[in-house]
């Protein structure tokens, strides 16, 4: 029985996802998660009491769990830098289908509230990515401060890829950044940072 529930809870985290990633946290009606879980607002109140707010923290949780299994563990494995920057390329894909989803903890980062309750989560996500993608960047030569710089360009190309692949309805802009995502970590640099 425990096992069932879990398949249930996996794919309702899934669903819960795609809402906040197509709508926004703004633009997630009850209405909208209703329709894309199949279930009636009395039983999302019943699993999630605290309402969409707690809704979207679970998908976080969630998606923080699976960057951890399918990013982060791979970017800590004992390969070469830049076979692990590879697998990190090929994961990135994965996690947005090649440049068709949106970023969760982008549209989840925006909110009206002037203290989003999700910050924390977000900021912590990105510095966790952003301190694995600098490790392998010094493990491929670069001193701290340019690896640091590296990583950060790996995430704002990522992110900058699929703000233009949504914008211009094509996925290229992302599939290109995807196969430059190992040079952009672990290339030599001759120029001077």
Request: charged share 30%; hydrophobic share 40%.
């Amino acid at each position: 029985m425990a096992a069932t529930k879990k398949i249930e809870d996996e794919e309702l985290m899934r669903r819960l996802a795609l809402v906040f990633q197509s709508h926004g946290y703004e633009g997630a009606s009850l209405a909208t998660i209703s329709q894309a879980t199949g279930l009636k607002k009395p039983s999302l109140y019943h699993r999630f009491p605290r309402g969409k707010e707690q809704m979207a923290e679970e998908v976080l949780r969630h998606a923080g769990e699976w960057i951890d299994r399918n990013l982060l563990d791979p970017l800590r494995a004992p390969a070469s830098p830049r076979q692990r920057a590879e697998l990190f390329a090929t994961r990135i894909g994965s996690l947005y289908h090649r440049g068709k989803d949106s970023c969760l903890l982008n549209l989840l980062s925006v909110t009206k509230s002037e203290d989003n309750p999700f910050a924390g989560m977000i900021h912590e996500t990105f510095r966790r990515l952003s301190r694995s993608l600098s490790q392998v960047a010094r493990d491929a030569g670069a001193d701290p401060k340019d690896a640091r710089l590296r990583a950060e360009e790996v995430l704002i190309a990522i992110q900058g890829a699929l703000v233009l692949s949504r914008g211009i309805g094509s996925t290229a802009p992302f599939r290109r950044m995807q196969k430059k995502i190992p040079d952009l970590l672990v290339a030599s640099r001759r120029e001077d940072r």
